[in-house]
């Protein structure tokens, strides 16, 4: 029987080698974290000057944080990726603030209505932040395939131009 038992396990093994990459699932607790990073870091960006600011965003992934919004000057760009990259660190951090005309500014809010239509549609693993008609892809994706399938149900909701992907590789999973 003990024959048996390691012939059991090594199948097992195998097995588990040949389903692909496991895609780690966000507790409520990691969850929990996330928002309130986010929650802080756009607080933090906001008390510079909340009216050169009013549309930068931050949304946060497993410590990972996306900026979004607009601003006027380059200097405020910078200004606010600072900002963030203190709470972070750089390689937490990626950037897409845009530079728009003073204006323009209220176009780079965030589309609350249409990111929760989105979040319906996809699995657990990813979250959306949409804005200005683009749709910024947090998250992990099991295989590329999963992250062309999450990128198409994106580009299908009206009003979405394009998508950014901000994805967390996941060791031995080629790049989407």
Same mark, same amino acid.
């Given at each position: 029987?003990?024959?048996? #038992?390691?012939?059991?396990?090594?199948?097992?093994?195998?097995?588990?080698?040949?389903?692909?990459?496991?895609?780690?699932?966000?507790?409520?607790?990691?969850?929990?974290?996330?928002? =309130?990073?986010?929650?802080?870091?756009?607080?933090?960006?906001?008390?510079?000057?909340?009216?050169?600011?009013?549309?930068?965003?931050?949304?946060?992934?497993?410590?990972?944080?996306?900026?979004?919004?607009?601003?006027?000057?380059?200097?405020?760009?910078?200004?606010?990726?600072?900002?963030?990259?203190?709470?972070?660190?750089?390689?937490?951090?990626?950037?897409?603030?845009?530079?728009?005309?003073?204006?323009?500014?209220?176009?780079?809010?965030? =589309?609350?209505?249409?990111?929760?239509?989105? #979040?319906?549609?996809?699995?657990?693993?990813?979250?959306?932040?949409?804005?200005?008609?683009?749709?910024?892809?947090?998250?992990?994706?099991?295989?590329?395939? =999963?992250?062309?399938?999450? #990128?198409?149900?994106?580009?299908?909701?009206?009003?979405? #131009?394009?998508?950014?992907?901000?994805?967390?590789?996941?060791?031995?999973?080629?790049?989407?």
């Amino acid at each position: 029987m003990p024959g048996a #038992k390691r012939r059991l396990a090594l199948l097992c093994l195998l097995l588990a080698g040949c389903a692909g990459p496991v895609v780690p699932q966000r507790s409520p607790q990691i969850q929990a974290q996330d928002t =309130d990073l986010g929650r802080t870091v756009t607080a933090a960006i906001r008390v510079l000057d909340a009216t050169a600011f009013r549309t930068v965003t931050a949304t946060a992934w497993e410590g990972r944080v996306l900026l979004t919004g607009a601003v006027v000057k380059p200097e405020q760009r910078q200004r606010a990726e600072h900002a963030a990259a203190a709470l972070t660190g750089p390689d937490q951090l990626q950037d897409e603030i845009q530079l728009t005309e003073a204006d323009g500014l209220e176009r780079f809010l965030p =589309d609350s209505p249409r990111e929760h239509a989105l #979040k319906a549609r996809l699995t657990a693993n990813y979250d959306v932040r949409v804005v200005n008609g683009v749709a910024y892809l947090l998250g992990h994706a099991a295989t590329a395939q =999963d992250a062309e399938a999450a #990128k198409e149900t994106l580009l299908a909701e009206p009003g979405v #131009k394009w998508v950014v992907p901000a994805l967390i590789p996941i060791p031995g999973l080629q790049a989407p």
